[in-house]
């Protein structure tokens, strides 16, 4: 080898050293440079053509990480920003909902205390220009307008609005600002008794949403609770802690992590929890994952709480952020974790073999256990044990204590095509727009909503074609099987439009099923038959 590149390869192997020594952990082994570092110089130094080297890099450490396991993960620098944004539970823009409508960006909603909603921007808003320059019928898509209205805190951006009723457009200079981004999506009464609260992931804010989403349900009357946690995918274990925390008195073990070289940490309740007593009912389905789980098996394993649906998605591993030196990021599974019974509910892997992993839930569906209690078989065969002694497994994810079948009786493909053309969506945000001042007077809020407003023949007429321009054709037999969903869907839209996400939710959720079964539940002696803590 020749001695520039022997230099090169000390070089980096230097580079190692250092980070090595950073962390406390030198190593003869560390002080010798890989078989990657060599072969990557290598290429660049010998290879035919000029080759891309970040690139190689990229792609080489990418396919390192995906021989872990399933959950690790490298995420370039590019990347983790938009990656951490859901998380962190903040971005820095505007402060907008919108659609791209008709080759338009629709303002469907501004976010409370934004600065758009500061200077007045309102739903229907249409924005014609960003900055003096015509964003509208220009073919813009959802990235080229976050690319346009997204930046640093502080920064300036001029919008040029049209408003229905006003001749001119009208201009904003808009000041960017942190933007919130909420990860409670709906809390509301479905009963006189009974609050419900629905939790997307689980961000920074959670908790802080959650208390006050609680707390104006207890202003209301709630004596139950239910807390939806259907298609939420995790996120922060601390959080999941501290939820689980509202819900169990002093000194209860809420989860326990173990790994090789990890720091052992157990969790514990604390004298703070802000529904320690009530009957609560926790929903979960096969997308609920990691801090779903973690908060549905300690409220399971402690008979606080009952669990309704489907069994969970079955992530028991822990990750832990590394930077590298370039800013990019190895998200790193350091420890599995356990229930309060000693659960551990990650379902099984073959290092490397991610497609497989990634195609469970499909083999859920085929295998039947979606539709079929019998269906379903964990990898674990140990009997753990609730605090009441309630058998229950691990190996798999969180088994719920009432079962609720996927209901697909009302799906086709008519209904498929209508969602996949995004036509529910488009009808209903120009039916509103068109109609918002009438509709507002008429039902001004959305208990009247729900229990006057009616999709007359006028309004399915005026669907059906707009849809057919759309290219979804009318289909009399999907028609027959999901005319009721479509209905709710498109009243549940409007609904959404006129006010926000809870709105949505208290129409569309007249088809939740696990919502239904948690409410008559609540209402009959399940609690008492199970053993369960109510009161």
Sequence with gaps: MSQTLIARVMGISLTAIAFFANSGNVTAQALQPSKMDYALE???????????????????????????????VYIPLEELREMNEPLVGKFEGIGIQFNIHEDTIMVTQTIPGGPSEKLGIRAGDRIVNIDDKLVAGVKFTNNDVLKKLRGDKGTKVKVSIYRRGNPELIDFMITRDQIPLFSVDASYMVTPQIGYIKISRFADSTVDEFKKALSKLKEQGATSLILDLQNNGGGYLNRAVELS???????????????????????????????EKGKLAILI??????????VSGAVQDWDRGLIIGRRSFGKGLVQKPFQLPDGSMIRLTVAHYYTPSGRCIQKPYVLGEEDEYDSDLNDRYKHGELFSVDSIHFSDSTQYFTN???????????????????????????YSNLLRKGVLNDFTLTFTDNNRNQLKTMYPDIRQFREKFTLDQKFMGDFFAFAEKQGVAKDSAGLASSEALIKLQLKALVARNLWDTDAYFEVINDINNALQKAIEAIQNNTFERLKLAGK
């Excluded at 290879?47 to 990229?58: A, G, M, P, Q, R």
């Excluded at 720091?263 to 529904?275: M, N």
């Excluded at 009441?388 to 008519?414: C, E, H, Q």
């Design 42 to 72: 290598i290429i660049k130094y010998y290879y035919v053509d000029t080759v891309n080297d970040h690139k190689l890099s990229e792609e080489a450490l990418k396919a390192m990480v995906k021989e872990l396991d399933p959950h690790s």
């Design 245 to 275: 925390d509202e819900f169990l008195s002093e000194g209860k073990k809420i989860v326990y992590t173990r790994g090789r070289n990890s720091t052992s940490e157990d969790f514990t309740s604390t004298t703070t929890g802000g529904w």
């Design 285 to 294: 389905d096969e997308t609920s994952a990691s801090a779903s789980e973690i």
């Design 388 to 414: 009441a002694k309630r058998i229950v497994k691990g190996g798999g994810g969180i088994m719920p204590d009432v079962f609720v079948p996927l209901d697909t009786t009302m799906g086709s493909t008519y």
